[in-house]
């Protein structure tokens, strides 16, 4: 099963889908998808380790996400913006390519025997991004998340840390 969670930056995505894990599971995993970019990146990766008890498991990847996935596992996948910026960069920008690496991928979660968690970000709701490389990764991420909400069984987008219910 696919739980989808979207929403804005500090909508409350994260604290929901950890929430939802460990009220399906005593051992849940975590995947981590990013890459410790800066020190400002490695202090929030630091704080969401600091958010997770001793019950959760850790595993990194940071692109063939679904290899990793362990059967009959509760797991929450945090998150696809920054699985995308990983495969937009080793894909040279290219859209085509890292839409269709993540299509695949995704299609490959959807086979697992697994609740899957898995958040991503509304990018496109705020300001018109001002390169052409922003804005051609906003649209990787829009067509992304569609297939993501349209894999899933269920499908929540999150504002001021409030769940909305979209499926």
């Given at each position: ?34 890459r410790i ?13 600091n958010d ?11 692109k063939e ?103």
């Amino acid at each position: 099963m696919i739980h989808y969670i979207t929403g804005g930056e500090r909508s409350g995505k994260s604290f929901y889908a950890q929430q939802l894990a460990e009220k399906l599971s005593n051992t849940p995993f975590y995947l981590a998808t990013a890459r410790i970019w800066d020190e400002d990146f490695e202090k929030r990766v630091v704080r969401h380790k600091n958010d997770r008890d001793e019950r959760w498991t850790t595993i990194e990847e940071e692109k063939e996400i679904a290899k990793v996935i362990p059967n009959k596992s509760v797991i929450v996948i945090d998150c696809v913006t920054l699985w995308l910026t990983n495969l937009y960069i080793d894909f040279d920008n290219n859209v085509e390519k890292s839409l269709a690496f993540a299509k695949n991928e995704i299609d490959q979660l959807a086979q697992i025997n697994s609740e899957i968690i898995i958040i991503s970000n509304e990018i496109g709701m705020g300001v018109h991004a001002q390169s052409h490389l922003a804005r051609k990764f906003t649209e990787l991420q829009g067509w992304v998340n569609q297939y993501i909400a349209k894999k899933s069984d269920k499908a929540i987008f999150m504002v001021s840390g409030l769940p909305l219910i979209l499926k």
